[in-house]
């Protein structure tokens, strides 16, 4: 059994979700276009490899949207999901760029605190996360007023409040066009749209992240327990998306409307 008949089951109002879903990308495209002819677009799509930033991206590439994509490549990504980078890269239309940590900082901390050094603590699970995420998101963000990323609500309790359009951030906009999906959905647009996507999907990887932060989940575990399984539940965040305005809930902008 592999993760599309697992998976693949539509919401009643799947068609509604779709159009809304495809209405935002094109109203984001457009209110970000470049500033001027022959500019970078103003908006990018975070992607991960997960199920849903292939759906994103997908649907970037067959609306024919000016949204460029980018990719965090760790350097502890699994072989499975630097092999989908390179399907991806080949395939997709729209520009794909490969972000990767300043290795002087990464040989730095390992030499300090140990190649497992993620389990020690959460503080230096976070720098990790730090030097390997979230200094690469840095470069990768710069110059963008606005980006989109695959977070859905259903995802975790930390994300059950994630809005379409989060203006929480001063410094630019998040758009999150697959809030309201479930993972039936995703998986349903995957099976009619023979999306390409991560094998690990079929290992029971629901989640994918580093290596080292990930394993497999059982029946009936949380969506995200396999990511950092050692932590405590309310600290299983990397920091790319936590609140600019910690402690404040996000901005509900108005979402573009069903038709």
Same mark, same amino acid.
């Given at each position: ?22 209405? +935002? ?19 990018? +799509? ?18 024919? +949207? ?111 066009? +697959? ?81």
């Amino acid at each position: 059994m592999n993760a599309i008949s697992l998976n693949a089951r539509a919401s009643a109002d799947f068609d509604a979700k779709l159009a809304q879903t495809s209405a +935002l990308l094109q109203q984001a495209a457009s209110d970000y276009a470049p500033s001027q002819a022959g500019a970078a677009p103003r908006i990018t +799509l975070a992607c991960s490899l997960g199920a849903e930033d292939m759906v994103l991206a997908h649907l970037v590439n067959t609306l024919q +949207l000016n949204i460029d994509i980018f990719v965090l490549e760790t350097g502890q990504l699994h072989p499975e999901t630097l092999a989908l980078l390179e399907r991806l890269k080949t395939s997709s239309h729209a520009p794909v760029k490969v972000f990767t940590p300043v290795n002087e900082a990464v040989l730095q901390f390992v030499a300090r605190e140990g190649a497992e050094a993620m389990y020690k603590s959460i503080d230096l699970r976070k720098a990790c996360c730090a030097i390997r995420k979230m200094e690469p998101l840095s470069r990768a963000l710069q110059g963008k007023a606005a980006w989109i990323t695959g977070l859905r609500r259903e995802q975790s309790g930390a994300r059950s409040e994630v809005p379409q359009i989060d203006t929480s951030d001063a410094t630019r906009v998040k758009f999150n066009p +697959l809030a309201d999906w479930t993972w039936g959905d995703v998986w349903h647009f995957i099976a009619i749209n023979h999306i390409d996507y991560n094998p690990l999907h079929d290992q029971f990887y629901p989640s994918i992240g580093c290596a080292p932060c990930t394993r497999a989940i059982s029946l009936g575990e949380d969506f995200r327990a396999g990511r950092w399984w050692w932590e405590d539940e309310a600290a299983k965040e990397c920091g790319l998306h936590v609140s600019a305005n910690a402690g404040q809930p996000p901005v509900m902008a108005d979402p573009i409307p069903h038709p």
